[in-house]
């Protein structure tokens, strides 16, 4: 290389970055061989940092804008000021590009159950999983804690880390809340603010945030469910006496309709037949057919209650507890009140159950004319 391309090479050039890998978060500026030189101009564009690295040590960070890098409080040397080493300075400047706009999308999930008490089934092991969102908000402490001296650094480096934290805040978060596993559904949103604000000072040490934080589900064993389908099928039911007739008679139904059933279809099917026909076939005491006495229903199900009040649930209490909290006035007709079966929460006075403890005390009296 003659000496005419070597000062040609240490004029003014632009230091800038565009990216389009949409996972990179660092791009350290290459210099090719030769100094950051003075007068440089260096762009930074909306959505990105630029931190200027000195000897080892970070002395600035440049915010979107153009600036020279040519007044004397900057630390870059060039070549051309130290010609007492053959154009070549002992300084090493660097420059290294954040990008900090939002990288969204991202997955998280809890890889093992997470065992926590319920108020009405006991100990019950969930799982879940959502999406979150990152973004570098101190570009020095990013880099000083995370990067070090990477030259690119992208998403996939740190993504693991911070599930890590996540999951880690859900799980105490979630144990310690006691909301009930049939109310969580109704109560992600705020879990997942709860989580993304628990989260922020350990992220904080890292320079970067979570501007959003959601629980797309949260699931309980396969076996639980299998257990609450049938619980709601029982609910659905309503007189089970009625109900396995109806099902028996199903059963007759669908095996005289399967003629490839066999024998044992055709003798499952005549045998009930046979069954209910020798029931109603036999004969009272003065000759006529008596009725089969109706078994008495089976005792009622004491239902217990859970009452919202100021944003927390609390219970579960019995009609009886209800009663006296309503005798007391700590119950109104107004209170929101929720049951296992219910459609999502009621006031108390539209419960037919309930508004009949609140009918023993007199209406308010009219207005004074």
């Not at 501007?211 to 619980?231: C, F, G, Q, T, W």
């Not at 119950?331 to 009140?337: C, G, I, M, N, Y």
Request: proline share 8%; aromatic share 10%; charged share 20%.
């Amino acid at each position: 290389m003659g000496i005419f391309d070597f000062l040609s090479g240490q004029f003014i050039d632009v230091i800038h970055w565009t990216d389009d890998t949409r996972d990179t978060m660092v791009w350290r500026f290459q210099r090719e061989g030769h100094e950051i030189k003075y007068g440089a101009k260096l762009t930074v564009r909306e959505g990105q940092a630029a931190v200027f690295v000195h000897e080892g040590q970070t002395a600035d960070v440049f915010t979107p804008g153009l600036y020279m890098l040519e007044t004397n409080n900057m630390p870059v040397m060039t070549s051309l000021q130290h010609w007492d080493h053959g154009f070549r300075s002992p300084f090493k400047s660097e420059i290294y590009f954040v990008n900090t706009t939002r990288f969204n999308d991202l997955k998280w999930g809890t890889k093992n159950p997470i065992i926590c008490r319920d108020p009405e089934f006991g100990p019950v092991r969930i799982r879940a999983f959502g999406t979150y969102s990152v973004r570098v908000t101190d570009p020095a402490r990013f880099l000083s804690e995370i990067v070090g001296t990477d030259g690119e650094f992208t998403m996939d480096e740190i993504s693991f880390q911070l599930r890590n934290i996540i999951v880690q805040e859900f799980s105490r978060t979630i144990a310690a809340s006691g909301i009930p596993v049939l109310d969580m559904a109704a109560n992600t949103a705020d879990l997942g603010k709860l989580i993304a604000t628990q989260i922020a000072p350990t992220l904080e040490e890292y320079g970067v945030g979570t501007p959003e934080l959601y629980i797309e589900n949260i699931s309980l064993p396969s076996a639980v469910e299998e257990a609450l389908d049938k619980r709601s099928s029982m609910g659905l039911a309503g007189d089970l006496g009625k109900f396995t007739q109806y099902s028996a008679a199903e059963a007759m139904s669908t095996a005289a309709r399967n003629p490839a059933g066999g024998g044992m279809a055709a003798g499952l099917g005549a045998g009930m037949g046979m069954a209910m026909g020798a029931q109603m076939a036999q004969p009272g005491p003065w000759g006529t057919v008596p009725t089969q006495p109706t078994p008495p229903p089976p005792p009622p199900v004491e239902r217990v209650w859970h009452i919202a009040e100021q944003g927390q649930s609390r219970g579960p209490f019995s009609r009886a507890d209800l009663g006296r909290m309503a005798a007391d006035g700590s119950l109104s007709r107004e209170t929101h009140v929720w049951t296992p079966g219910q459609d999502g929460w009621l006031r108390a006075g539209e419960v037919d159950e309930l508004a009949q403890l609140f009918t023993v005390m007199p209406p308010p009296p009219p207005p004074a004319p």
